[in-house]
T-cell receptor, first 114, second 111 residues
């Protein structure tokens, strides 16, 4: 499996601001994903980060709110834009090392919006 | 009806007991089945990964898949306090990266 590092690990932000979360993997991976885990709930897929092209968003998530970049095979960012208290959540990066292999997760970014 | 059903518990057992966790699902296209363990303030950690029906054993952990019943299980033998965590089942169809997760079961192993 790969070693996945997420930064920041946690943050407290003001309403209306934006925060960019970084995901760095120690080896090249085929697929990278971003999830949201709200308190006491399971994981919801936000989008698939595609290298060199626009991310693929799931129903209910839009690029203006959650812009994603993936400039290479080891790095991706997720921005949470114009934040409101409803965006308080854990944001997780996951990777698929090989096609049809299992996904491995980072430790997440715990985000609180005041 | 949710695509994947998992009893959220909580489940509390004494040290040394067998922990039994399960999930049911409705999508017959699911072929890949996973169990993740999530400690507080950590990301999900892959425990077991199985394809199609059958059993898989890894140390104290056994995963079972019964596709005819759309039912998967995870057994933890000789449970330890360090096994206290939330256990998530997840599954996907062939050629589909999208994972469908259960709600997670919170397990506490009492010393």
């Amino acid at each position: 499996s790969a070693v996945i590092s997420q930064k920041p690990s946690r943050d407290i932000c003001q309403r209306g601001t934006s925060l960019t979360i970084q995901c760095q993997v120690d080896s090249q991976v085929t697929m990278m994903f971003w999830y949201r885990q709200q308190p006491g709930q399971s994981l919801t897929l936000i989008a698939t980060a595609n290298q060199g092209s626009e991310a693929t968003y799931e129903s209910g998530f839009v690029i203006d709110k959650f812009p994603i970049s993936r400039p290479n095979l080891t790095f991706s960012t997720l921005t949470v834009s114009n934040m409101s208290p409803e965006d308080s959540s854990i944001y997780l990066c996951s990777v698929e090392v090989s096609l049809s292999g299992p996904q491995h997760f980072g430790d997440g970014t715990r985000l609180s919006i005041l | 009806q949710k695509e994947v059903e998992q009893d959220p518990g909580p489940l509390s057992v004494p040290e040394g007991a067998i922990v039994s966790l399960n999930c049911t699902y409705s999508n017959s296209a699911f072929q890949y089945f996973m169990w993740y363990r999530q400690y507080s303030r950590k990301g999900p950690e892959l425990l077991m990964y199985t394809y199609s029906s059958g059993n898989k054993e890894d140390g104290r952990f056994t995963a079972q898949v019964d596709k005819s019943s759309k039912y998967i299980s995870l057994f933890i033998r000789d449970s330890q306090p360090s096994d206290s965590a939330t256990y998530l089942c997840a599954m996907s169809a062939s050629n589909d990266y999208k994972l469908s997760f259960g709600a997670g079961t919170t397990v506490t192993v009492r010393a």
